[in-house]
């Protein structure tokens, strides 16, 4: 089982939409939460950090971790074409992040 | 502002072929790491420098050493290049330290790298 699951898409919405998108991962070690976003070419860039169960919002985002049930989301509220990109879930334990394989997103006018 | 520089941005080798690829940052961060990332296999760690001096393997080490050149400074080099080395390579630093281990990472925009 991977330590991370993440489904890769690509999940495609109209512009005005609410996107929610999730990853389960397996080891209870983890400490700490990210979610990054990636546009083509680009490096990864840091959208969301948490390290506790339940939300935390930022502008249109908002993260939600559950660690009863090892599961994260991020909700985008509002989505814009600028939200098309690939969104990484990553979960870190001491100095080390491990990331989802990345799901895409296309948000379309 | 620079954040994490990564030099080159493309490059292509033939098999045999070594290589070194850079990454400098101007944040003064602690910690400095390498990741490959290949489609449908996210980001894979290659090696990490949790400070200067140390360095550390990650998930995918072989056939790679890495260099803490300095604070600012942490290499990727290629010795014998293979065709299962053609990915795209990120290099990123946190300012995760010896009991500040939890803090996020910041990228620089990669290196793409193919070896034929």
């Known amino acids: 089982q991977k330590e991370v699951e993440q489904d890769p898409g690509p999940l495609s919405v109209p512009e005005g939409a609410i996107v929610s998108l999730n990853c389960t991962y397996s080891?209870?070690?983890?400490?700490?939460f990210m979610w990054y976003r990636q546009y083509s070419r680009k490096g990864p860039e840091l959208l969301m950090y948490?390290?506790?169960?339940g939300n935390k919002e930022d502008g249109r985002f908002t993260a939600q971790v559950d660690k009863s049930s090892k599961y994260i989301s991020l909700f985008i509220r509002d989505s814009q074409p600028s939200d098309s990109a690939t969104y990484l879930c990553a979960w870190g334990s001491s100095y080390k992040l491990i990331f989802g394989s990345g799901t895409r997103l296309l948000v379309r006018p | 502002n620079a954040g994490v520089t990564q030099t080159p941005k493309f490059q292509v080798l033939k098999t045999g072929q070594s290589m070194t690829l850079q990454c400098a940052q101007d944040?003064?961060?602690?910690?400095m790491y390498w990741y490959r990332q290949d489609p449908g296999m996210g980001l894979r760690l290659i090696y990490y420098s949790a400070s200067e001096g140390t360095t550390d393997k990650g998930e995918v080490p072989n056939g790679y050493n890495v260099s803490r050149l300095n604070k600012r400074e942490f290499s990727l080099r290629l010795e014998s290049a293979a065709p299962s080395q053609t990915s795209v390579y990120f290099c990123?630093?946190?300012?995760?330290?010896?009991?500040?281990?939890?803090?996020?990472?910041?990228f620089g925009d990669g290196t793409r790298l193919s070896i034929l």
């Open positions: 990123a630093s946190s300012e995760a330290a010896v009991g500040l281990s939890n803090q996020p990472q910041h």
């Open positions: 080891n209870s070690a983890f400490q700490y």
């Open positions: 944040m003064n961060h602690n910690s």
């Open positions: 948490t390290y506790s169960s």
